[in-house]
């Protein structure tokens, strides 16, 4: 029999092994709670505000919390998040994030401060390599890169079972990786060249533009529901995709010039970070396997790639992945992430 003391420390330990994740997007946070081995047990989304202040986006999480997560929160020992950047990480909070009309919003310091427990805040994709990393296709190994080829293009990187981070924790921004020396097209970092300026879903229509004028299209390519919208300057990415799919000459010749310039990053990522796997995610190559997975997957030892290629696959998780991640920071905080929260000294 264990005495009550015991008994009483073992309940407490006990009672607390769930753990929260959240993951803010541009469009969506979701908010999940799950297991310490990753199973989500609930699962609940809300826009992210565009109006308010700083504190907005965490006063809608903690509404959440009360309304839909209550009866966990006594078990919740620890909370990740998975964010949009750019980060400071010191505070926990997003910085001019491009995708928001909101200059400054705190996550961290005062999630914690009202909650009163660990609250681990990474960039999106950091989170989700560490997420495929324990819990994922990447378990048991050291070496794992997670791309995410969505909106924009981000990267999460571990090499030899270290986390990168870098000096203000962008080590892993493969999106900014120069795939075009003569510099023809802007990045929204104000860069020019970069493999995200090209290839992010919010970029793409722009690149078509740019290819569609420097190209002499025969009647059949004019005859393309791209090259009507091109006429109307108003390209969408997923038309360029769908058209694609179904054969259109004019949208396979665009996905095919996207296809070099991934291939370009792809190869410039597995030259740097020589990893056993790379895992991709984000809506463009989930919901393109065929044309835009494949050609990346076509990659060939000593043709652009001069480490050995590594398997790359899909994630297992869709949509989850960043969620998964939170979830994986959380349960398991890498720690030379732990050690630039600086907001964390006050718990
Ligand atoms: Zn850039």
């Not at 390519?221 to 038309?239: A, D, F, N, P, W």
């Not at 360029?240 to 010039?257: S, T």
């Amino acid at each position: 029999m264990f005495e009550d003391s015991n008994s009483v420390r073992s309940f407490c330990v006990s009672a607390r092994t769930m753990f929260l994740g959240i993951d803010v997007g541009a469009t969506w946070t979701r908010i999940a709670v799950a297991d310490r081995d990753g199973s989500i047990v609930k699962k609940v989304r809300i826009p992210t505000p565009r109006e308010g202040n700083e504190l907005s986006l965490v006063e809608a999480i903690i509404e959440v919390l009360g309304k839909e997560f209550r009866s966990y929160m006594d078990r919740i020992e620890a909370v990740g998040i998975g964010s949009i950047g750019p980060l400071d990480l010191s505070t926990g909070s997003i910085v001019n994030p491009p995708n928001l009309p909101i200059k400054r919003i705190e996550l961290g310091k005062p999630l914690l401060e009202h909650l009163r427990r660990p609250v681990y805040v990474a960039n999106d994709c950091v989170a989700a390599v560490w997420g495929e990393y324990l819990y994922g296709l990447g378990k048991g190994l050291e070496n794992v890169v997670y791309v995410t080829l969505s909106t924009g293009i981000g990267g999460g990187i571990i090499v030899d079972g270290n986390l990168l981070l870098g000096k203000k924790g962008n080590a892993h921004e493969i999106g900014h990786i120069v795939v075009d020396s003569l510099r023809r097209l802007r990045c929204g970092c104000g860069g020019y060249g970069h493999w995200e300026a090209y290839c992010g879903g919010a970029n793409i229509p722009r690149f078509a533009t740019y290819l569609i004028e420097r190209w002499s299209l025969g009647t059949e390519e004019k005859r393309s529901k791209v090259y009507q919208q091109y006429l109307e300057g108003s390209i969408r990415t997923e038309t360029i995709f769908d058209e694609a799919k179904r054969g259109d000459p004019l949208a396979r010749k665009i996905v095919e010039e996207i296809n070099r310039v991934n291939v370009a990053g792809f190869e410039s990522v597995i030259n740097l970070y020589d990893p056993e796997l790379i895992v991709v995610g984000g809506s463009i190559a989930l919901n393109n396997p065929e044309l835009v997975l494949e050609p990346i997957k076509g990659i060939e030892y000593g043709r652009g790639a001069l480490n050995e290629i590594p398997r790359i696959e899909p994630t297992m998780f869709g949509d989850d992945v960043v969620l998964v991640g939170a979830i994986a920071i959380a349960s398991n905080p890498p720690k030379n992430l732990v050690k630039k929260l600086r907001y964390l000294e006050q718990l």
